[in-house]
Each structure stands twice: as C-alpha cells, then as structure tokens.
C-alpha cells in the first residue's frame, strides 16, 4: 500500500469528511488522519473498498476531535440552560444568537420526544459518537437493528423539525 498515492487520491474526501463534521478546515485532524493511516496500513483487509476504510478513520478522529473539546466545555458548566446561553458566536447579532439557543432546544425537545429505543440509539451514534458496532454491542442487539432505529428517528426528526431544514 503507496501511502503518497492513497493520501493524493482522498485528501478531498478526507478534507470534505473533516469539514462536514467540525465545520470547519482542520489541517491538524487531516495530518492526524494520515498518521492514523500510516499507523495502521497493516491492519486493513481488503475485504472491504479503502476508500470506505479511510472515510471511517476520518470520520472517527473527526467525532473524537469533537468529543475531547466538548468534554472540555462541558466540565466548565453544570446545566443546559447555562450552556446554551453562554455559547458565544462573535460574528453573529444578539438575536442570531437567540434564534440558535431556540433552534437549539427545538431539536433537543425533538429529542427527548422520540421513542425511548430511538433515542438512546440516536444519542449513541449522532451525539456521542458511537460506531453503529459499538453502539449494537452496546444496546446488545444486530447491527440492523441500530440502523433501522437511526433511520426511523432520523424521518421523524426530519418530520417535526422540518421548518428548520
């Protein structure tokens, strides 16, 4: 495996994944990506396409990147209400900002709403993280199933914030 030929044909879907997950251009997640590559060349089975294996690893040190910084925030607040107040944007207006605290808590009302076995997946995969493996071991049931319950509580999430979309 040509590691300058693998990094030249996805470096735009590794900086597209980056991009889509943290909003943002991350040079440091994209040489973090290639190093986890590099690690890790000697694991891939070519069972699978490469260009899948390497959007997974992308995706993953995108999602831990977002982790380990809201960890940090969160460890300096206590309650919802004080997060979503104090989340700071210095080129949005006062009322953008209220506009995104209600957004904010639409979604997560839309949330706590849905079906106890969606949301706990949903919570699993779409805000913590979690593998759609990881979160079948963790919730102990086939891998269809969790992606059965994404699907469905992704549709009705899309369904009652639909205004928002």
Known sequence: MNLNEIIKTN?????????????????DLEQEVYIKLWKNSE??????SLKSWI?????NTSKDYL???KY?????????????TSIKDKKKSPEANVVAIERRKRIIKAIDNLKPKL???IIL???YGYTYEEAA??????IGTIKSRIYNAKKELAEKLEDLL
């Open 137 to 142: 071991q963790k919730l102990k049931c086939p």
């Open 11 to 27: 470096k735009n879907n590794i900086k597209s994944i980056i991009r889509l997950i943290t909003k943002s251009d991350n040079e």
């Open 119 to 121: 949301k706990e997946t």
């Open 72 to 84: 940090r925030y969160e460890q300096d607040s206590t309650s919802d209400d004080f997060v979503l």
């Open 43 to 48: 694991k891939y089975k070519e069972q699978g």
């Open 55 to 59: 959007a997974t690893i992308a995706k």
């Open 67 to 69: 982790k380990s910084a």
């Open 125 to 127: 995969c779409e805000v």
